[in-house]
């Protein structure tokens, strides 16, 4: 039982709020209404300004986007004089004022912007979709990236972990959130409201979103749960439609089969790992009976890795799997231990310059601190789990006490921690 | 009718959230501590040591908390040379990566520290105490306004408009809400719950609050409205225990009658404007028959400059204010119109050295847009009111079209825009 | 901006509270289980026998059903003779106790037992369901009606206009809700999410409906309402997939188009009427310019009354619609003013023997106080719409003040007030 | 971490509602609105009516009211002349119509008028004031005990324990529900906010409170819970001001030290045992540690019984509480062996004409399945607790296992099961 309801009730009001669309611009060249805001007209202005500039940036096209991102990476940049010259001050005399002087200085004009434009209600969210725009552009206008620092610089910031929400997601939730689920998922592709239900409504199934108070219509990261009662090894059977529930209470086992960032635009703000520990807490809270939390978690690097080996056996796995995809896995079946064999060595052997795995999932996981307990032939056998996989998935496992010193050894020289049975494959 | 509970549901999570009192701390050092949680050991070390600072920090006694911001001050400070050297090799070379080094360098390591903290569930509630304690020994130790700089960069953007909510207080609010608001309250005191519930419960009352998501059980600044037929000319007449509530469908007339920030450690960060604008806007949606937003204010710097002056005129009046202090308000009923012609000087003719008014009350309401309407004679005749004020208070007076072009003048030049009749006062 | 949240969480225990299956069930037979709860072991008892019968209900089949059905028909009635005497006593002296001894042997034991059932957590929904089951054998034992007199007293009382909520359903609703509209919509079907999304997330598209407080999973009535700048005079407009959205605030007509109950246990429970008032009610203070309250109805008692004449206008309009029917609306196309001429009749001239309309949907709206405001032919070309009404769709107008004269006359003898285009219909 | 907002959201449009208050009456004699309201014309004008019926009668004074009664009493009765008729027609031929008939005859019109009166918004809580009007007049008109008996009909089912909602009362509940706590507590009172919150904030506090959906504003009955580490035998060391809360984790024992019924109006319609049980059952659910519930009772009719014994050791206590009455408990603390072997005689072996024990109180838990497990001298020293008990307090315990055994034989023939402890003070 809650004890208030009062505390719910702050975010209706942000929900409540008009937006700021609808707002009528000023009939300025954004340039123009950019200086306006940072000019100091003072907030009354301001939240007019603002509006009229994001109006605007909505309604530009691609080459419009490009030339105001470019505006706010060469006009609102800093002035490196500037802030060397009170850099020397400073030196000379460490006081409020110099460093106040520094820290104007130092910091790009295009902040400030940003954090004036944030200041309307709902401007976040169109922040963030301004950020997905710009990061389209780095490839073609690598310059850009310095405009980008700032916006991860205040992202940041604004999406701290102290501020955002964790919500469970299942199927009384609303219908506008879940069908951004739909849309979001990542990893094992939903294909309808009835797939949709499958994973959401059995009682031994979970789903569990963080939201920023700011945009409380935008999941920016969840994650499926599994309640088992054993470590599945294949999404096939976590999947099944036929499938029996199991008895909740009796639930040994959390399988967290999906994990899926909802929002381009927060790229390389991370909430993944924040969000599995949370979930771990709150589970093992209200299920007494579980012991074992792990995923069950693709390999998507692994096939591309493969074609680079010339071995007879990455030959023949390459042609099993090509059979498999065209609907025939017999093949793939009779090379199950050499696959298994061959992605130990792709986990624990072979590495990127940096000496951290090649999988990016396995950086994800490892990085958090669990290890790598059991892998999988056979265990995703859709057509996107083999071509990227070669049907091979993976459990890592978080396991409380060890999950620091895991963490902390890979942080240190990317050491890979992997169960006995998985060490077990590279001698196998 | 609301559209949905969903989005109030998000926030009780953060109540619910364990907060980071309990947490065993590591026995070290606050320094350590605080060097250990900057030192990447990643978030999951991260939690632990962010809240064994918290606190470490709670525990110490003044002696101790002057040597840990002597500590944020001078240790964690910035390099000014590196600066120095980032800000030229950005000069040489515009790009991502020396924007990056510049950025990093030239930000003082404290601001990483308290992002890091505020990571906590219930560290922004912290923090803001941390800087309250702050500010306590800024008179004592000047160079620790360097570290409040960063303390005030941060808020600035945490605290920032768009993230705030606001809320209806009255009372069916929560107790412990309802508790701050009388401790709160700084303009007319509240003097028990029988108080309170004469200034809420009434029809004709309102009362409004920010709030920010992580910091749910603290009001940031509320505003106290009295619904009236028309502009009151004192707060007697407005907080008498006998009136009786008007009919709220006819009240012509809104008037903000106490506004308090509720923060001390949010100083310097604005939210009045803010707030009565928005409690404006959605009077005006709710109340059709409302045309008149209103202030009756206090006048706390009056009594000190006339203390300044040397006129017999300003003699009577002190002498009538002390009479009045002591029971006999007769004097005072003779000085009517000396006292309000001295306060058309006060808040026209004098300024201070920036050419602003010397009233600070004045310069948030004329800053904000307002123009300065009435001035009244034995308008408070509390104690308080006397003390500072001489019994005077003002209407300011928020004009829908006007507040804009008003506010712009005043920022400009100090232009303080008054009514024609304040204004006649000076020709009176 | 809601005034407290407090109010909202009261239903939240409701819903947390664990509901009566997993009880474990005493092992007894049906009857003695309810003589048990009859019999006074009290409340605590009381639970757990309350909870083994709704079990051991739940788990009958057909047959026992109907067993179950003649127990409480034949075993739990009242005794007749006890009831005579009962009124004697209390002719010869009126007192409390005479009076309390002739109520308890004029109430039917079920209708107790019944009411301690509905001390259990969702046994409300339980027992609805159980009525539904009791309505599908009443033609084949009309005796068991006796038992559903009393189900619809107790329901009548529990279900008290007084203790349901209205709700906005929308496309920010719980999903587990939005399924059971799809399912329930009984005018024009809903076919699946998307359909369904087109009816509830346009700004000018609304829906309501009325929960009790004791189910709140489940809908009782919903009514979806078409906001418009005129009348509507058909379907196929108001449901096109293309058709824009209008600009809510110039809406003058609020159009009801379907109007559907959703529990088949709540028979002769209405709630239509005052959910339309309501609705009528709180959308006119949402929208000033709302000014047209109406519905677009299908008229399903036509074709089956134009079966029954013998006019060869009545002839040409059977084959038309057979014609419609297989994909050619050329005919029906010919026969517009012949149909609405037709349709004047039907709802004007041809009466019930009780001397009310054939129709029932008139017979709904117009004992409400509405008015028969225009017949529109080739208005639902749906197969439903051309079976059941020949394409015909009729606007009932509610016409404020107008409402309750209007439903008083019909309520005395059955006169329909139409409009004077419907009337010269007549004489067309 | 809850499920779903929308079930909280459904009670918020109970609370928005427009209430009856404010409908322009009609003008006409209240009789006559209760035969209009009766008499069938519909809903629409139904609420209108009933709406003029609540205004009317709250303006009534008490000579006004009582008339009212007399009606509603006489005129508003059964006429047993037709139930004996329809009962004669039943007997004969048993078919829905005739049950329905007998059914209409045997209800008294006053059921029907006060179920319609219940369909508008608000008139439950304005039902259940005038009931506690109609209780003040029984002993004056006992006849009136006649619509009693309806009245207390129809608020058994309305109020039926599925419906009801229990909630946590602490410190962040609304203050207007606070202020009835403070005004409702029967049992140790509640001086003051101060003293109120020191009976809800405390970490090793509770407080919980049954609503219903139709008067969420007001608390039908309330229990507060002590979290302790052993069974307390004074009132005085459970509200002691200065008493460390204790570490709630730890606590083994849930102790009930006051229930109070709010309603004067529900009289005989029993919430507390059903409260008690949800009440074990959330906090065994919520705190592991728990394994004892007991209550710390009043012993209410303890001074009354004890002044019609004539021993001299009746005397020697009678003379210490009017001694501790002036302020000397000197006396008291000298019978203390002689108080408890008294109150063992007084709860076992003194007995009303029905068998049960005279003490009001020990008819309650006993009749809730508790057993009498200890009884305390100088346990409340409050004037109330002396006057009425003689400073005896008592404590009942919920033994889980044992609550229903307990129960039953209790119910069956007045059986009061004690602990050793008390049985040995009948010995001592």
Not at 64 to 71: K, L, N, S, T
Not at 322 to 345: K, P
Not at 354 to 360: A, L
Request: net charge negative.
């Amino acid at each position: 039982m809650r004890r208030s309801g009062f505390f719910q009730d702050l975010l209706s009001t942000l929900f409540e709020r008009r937006p700021w669309r609808g707002t009528q611009a000023p009939d300025a060249p954004l340039e123009t209404l950019c200086e306006d805001l940072l000019g100091g007209r003072g907030e009354i202005s301001g939240m007019r300004i603002g509006a009229a500039i994001l109006d605007a940036y909505r309604d530009l096209d691609a080459d419009g986007r490009r030339r105001f991102f470019a505006y706010l990476t060469e006009d609102m940049d800093l002035d490196a004089d500037a802030v060397e010259a009170a850099a020397q001050a400073y030196r000379i005399d460490r006081n409020a004022k110099t460093l106040q002087t520094l820290a104007d200085a130092a910091e790009p004009r295009r902040q400030e912007l940003l954090r004036r434009l944030n200041r309307l209600p709902g401007a976040t969210a169109a922040l963030v979709r301004m950020r997905e725009d710009l990061l389209a552009e780095l490839r073609a206008e690598p310059s850009f990236t310095r405009t980008d620092l700032d916006f991860a610089h205040l992202f940041s910031s604004w999406f701290n972990r102290g501020f955002l929400v964790l919500r469970r997601i299942d199927w009384t939730s609303p219908a506008h959130i879940l069908e951004k689920i739909i849309a979001y998922e990542a990893v094992h592709q939903i294909n309808d409201w009835d797939d949709l239900r499958r994973r959401l409504h059995p009682a031994d199934r979970r789903c569990f979103a963080f939201f920023h108070p700011a945009m409380p219509d935008e999941p920016l990261v969840f994650v499926e749960v599994a309640l088992t009662d054993a470590i599945p090894n294949s999404i096939q059977a976590v999947l099944s439609e036929d499938r029996e529930p199991i008895d909740v209470g009796k639930a040994t086992t959390a399988v967290f089969y999906s994990i899926s960032n909802c929002q381009t635009g927060l790229k390389g703000i991370s909430f993944g790992n924040s969000l599995i520990k949370q979930v771990v807490q709150d589970l093992s809270a209200e299920l007494r009976n579980l012991s074992t939390f792990v995923t069950l978690s693709p390999v998507p690097g692994f096939t591309k890795w493969l074609g680079g080996l010339e071995s007879p056996e990455a030959k023949a796995v390459g042609e099993a799997v090509t059979a498999a995809l065209a609907g025939d896995t017999g093949q793939l079946a009779e090379v199950d231990d050499t696959l298994r064999r061959l992605a130990a060595d792709y986990f624990l052997k072979s590495k990127r310059d940096d000496g951290r795995p090649i999988d990016p999932v396995a950086r994800f996981h490892l990085g958090n601190g669990a290890i790598l307990h059991a892998i999988h032939a056979r265990a995703d056998l859709s057509p996107a789990g083999l071509k990227r996989g070669a049907g091979l998935m993976v459990n890592y496992l978080y396991d409380g006490d060890r999950v620091e010193p895991n963490h902390e050894s890979f942080a240190k020289d990317g050491a890979v921690v992997a169960s006995s049975q998985v060490e077990a494959l590279l001698r196998g």
